[in-house]
């Protein structure tokens, strides 16, 4: 598998950690979009994410409106909250179509209960349809922090069974992991990945700057892991949550402890509404370590 089949510079040493990094953004936010647009590299990655209250005509604008400005489209689908066969073929046939998606991320997603036919990811991946409407690299999730329904162990085999079913459909795979706080854990996970010869790129979750409280927030509804000592080391204090935190420590972190061992991987930032802070961070923290 080439590298280069997910990022043009995937061959490349990185200049630095942020380097050939992708974006978020939810249907909603094709203003922030378009603020933001003027930051950000051209031909980055933005993933489209597919979230309750949206329709799925706002993600296909919103996945047209990445393609019109220079990046590359990246669309969620959830696994759960597909209604049918029927609507998947028509989702993948608009989005293929109207913004030249290749690129897919696929989750199971939240409802405890299956909307339509599917209940997991990799029932997706094995429809045939992904490959029937041109898609080429297809994401799957990875959790350094764990999952609060599935135990290590089976994260693994899930992740193992993803890789084996998208190769063997005729696309290339690539992890994308939710975003975590600690550093140590991320390596550790990464370490575990690849003694376990799981070879695929990963691109690492990493949140962008935002207010404490919306931070946590958003990690209490994701499952990932806020601990007073994780977060201390993460620059945030448990008993002051005034104010807004960055994720400099985390990625400088992460910049010195990864190594040739550790595989291929690029960082994946979580703007949870502030694209264009995000972006803003982003190209501070290149200028201070190209």
Same mark, same amino acid.
């Given at each position: 598998?080439?590298?280069a089949a997910?990022?043009p510079?995937?061959?490349?040493p990185m200049?630095?950690?942020v380097?050939?990094?992708?974006?978020?953004?939810?249907?909603k936010?094709v203003?922030?979009l378009?603020?933001?647009a003027?930051?950000?590299?051209k031909d980055?990655?933005?993933?489209v994410t597919?979230?309750?209250?949206?329709e799925?005509?706002?993600?296909v604008?919103a996945a047209?409106?990445?393609?019109?400005?220079g990046?590359?489209?990246?669309?969620?689908?959830s696994?759960r909250?597909?209604?049918?066969?029927?609507q998947l073929?028509w989702?993948?046939g608009e989005?293929?179509?109207k913004?030249?998606?290749?690129r897919?991320?696929?989750i199971?997603?939240?409802?405890?209960e299956p909307?339509g036919?599917?209940?997991?990811?990799?029932?997706?991946?094995e429809?045939?349809l992904?490959e029937?409407?041109?898609?080429?690299?297809?994401?799957?999730g990875?959790?350094?922090?764990?999952?609060?329904?599935?135990?290590k162990?089976d994260?693994w085999?899930?992740m193992?069974?993803k890789?084996?079913a998208?190769r063997?459909?005729?696309?290339?795979?690539?992890?994308?992991?939710?975003?975590a706080f600690?550093?140590?854990?991320?390596?550790e996970?990464?370490?575990?990945?690849r003694?376990?010869n799981?070879?695929v790129?990963?691109?690492?979750g990493?949140? #962008?700057? *935002? @207010?404490?409280?919306? /931070?946590? $927030?958003?990690?209490?509804?994701?499952g990932?892991g806020?601990?007073?000592?994780?977060m201390?080391k993460?620059?945030?204090?448990?008993?002051?949550?005034? #104010?807004? *935190? @960055?994720p400099?420590? /985390?990625v $400088?972190?992460?910049?010195?402890?990864?190594?040739?061992?550790?595989?291929?991987v690029?960082?994946?930032f979580?703007p949870?509404g502030?694209l264009?802070?995000?972006?803003?961070w982003i190209?501070?923290?290149?200028?201070?370590?190209?």
């Open positions: 598998m080439s590298y997910i990022h510079n995937w061959e490349k200049d630095n950690m380097d050939g990094y992708s974006l978020e953004m939810t249907a936010e203003e922030g378009k603020e933001a003027p930051l950000i590299r980055t990655q933005v993933a597919f979230l309750p209250g949206e799925l005509e706002q993600r604008e047209v409106l990445v393609r019109e400005l990046f590359e489209p990246i669309v969620h689908l696994a909250r597909i209604e049918s066969e029927e073929d989702y993948l989005i293929t179509k913004a030249g998606v290749k897919v991320f696929i199971a997603g939240d409802p405890p909307e036919p599917y209940e997991d990811s990799l029932q997706i991946i429809t045939g992904l029937k409407h041109g898609i080429e690299i297809v994401g799957v990875g959790h350094p922090e764990g999952h609060p329904n599935v135990s162990d994260l085999v899930w193992q069974k890789i084996d998208v063997a459909h005729g696309m290339t795979p690539l992890v994308v992991t939710q975003f600690d550093d140590d854990a991320i390596v996970w990464l370490a575990e990945m003694d376990r799981i070879d790129p990963v691109r690492l990493v949140p #962008g700057p *935002a @207010g404490i409280k919306r /931070l946590l $927030g958003f990690a209490k509804r994701c990932v806020a601990s007073a000592s994780v201390k993460y620059g945030v204090s448990l008993t002051n949550l005034i #104010g807004s *935190a @960055g400099d420590k /985390l $400088g972190n992460l910049e010195k402890k990864l190594t040739e061992r550790h595989g291929r690029r960082l994946h979580y949870f502030a264009k802070a995000s972006a803003e190209n501070d923290y290149d200028a201070r370590h190209s």
